[in-house]
């Protein structure tokens, strides 16, 4: 059942990726693993995917133990600044920054233990009430203030889209998310990339794929429906 829910997830990317007139090496799928036991994951990774995605600091880390440490873990949730000494060298990538208190952690932490972390300014286009992230309007003096602290490198931005019933509808955030990207991009700032745009779930991906993803994350169309009453 995974192997043909990742079958259907790689034609669509490849599709998508063929309508943009991009290469498929251009974007990375990563497989949202929350809630998912390691024999599901392992599934996954005997498929040949080597990135994954916790939103939770303990599970990512208790998977981080008893997997191979080849698998590239991704810290896509919300993260409180006490957590962030544990998976500041355990994560390849934190998706989530979107204040300037957890920056400066991420860096701290990140000095104690002699590594530079990637980070992802999370942006909220939707400026949906319930959804963490900073606005569009200041991402750059936010970047600009990030980029000044030490072990950390700004590798580009994310967000997290409203769940609508046609992807079509998510279209417009996707491509802000964009055109805000290359706006920060050609200011040249140092330590700050701009090579990264995580943006698309299960329910938009192949939309936000055309509009300029590099790393999707993707739960359901992997793993199937998440329970979280077990
Ligand atoms: C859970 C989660 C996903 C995956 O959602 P699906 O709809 O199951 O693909 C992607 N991104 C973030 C930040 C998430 O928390």
């Known amino acids: 059942m995974i192997k043909d829910n990742l079958d259907l997830v790689e034609h669509k990317i490849t599709n998508a990726c063929k309508r943009a007139g991009r290469d498929r090496s251009e974007v ?16 996954v990774l005997e498929e040949g995917i080597l990135h994954f995605g916790e939103n939770k600091v303990q599970e990512l880390c208790d998977k981080y133990e008893q997997l191979p440490n080849h698998i590239n873990w991704h810290m896509i949730g919300h993260l409180q600044r006490n957590k962030v000494k544990y ?15 957890l920056a400066e952690t991420i860096s701290q932490e990140a000095a104690k233990k002699n590594v530079t972390a990637s980070i992802l300014i999370e942006v909220n286009v939707a400026q949906e009430e319930s ?15 990030i980029s000044k602290l030490p072990n950390i490198l700004v590798k580009g931005l994310m967000t997290i889209a409203p769940f609508v019933k046609d992807s079509e509808e998510n279209r417009y955030i996707f491509h802000k998310l964009k055109q805000l990207s290359v706006d920060i991009k050609t200011k040249n700032i140092d330590n700050v990339s701009m090579n990264i745009l995580s943006m698309g779930m299960t329910g938009d991906y192949e939309v ?12 359901t169309g992997i793993f199937g429906e998440r329970n979280y009453n077990i």
């Open 208 to 219: 936000a794929i055309e509009e300029g993803a590099t790393h999707v994350r993707v739960g």
């Open 28 to 43: 990375t799928l990563i497989a949202v693993s929350k809630t998912k036991p390691i024999s599901m994951i392992e599934e």
């Open 131 to 145: 959804k963490y992230g900073i606005r569009v309007e200041e991402a750059l003096p936010f970047v600009e203030e």
């Open 87 to 101: 998976i500041v060298d355990k994560a390849c990538l934190i998706h989530s920054v979107d204040s300037l208190r």
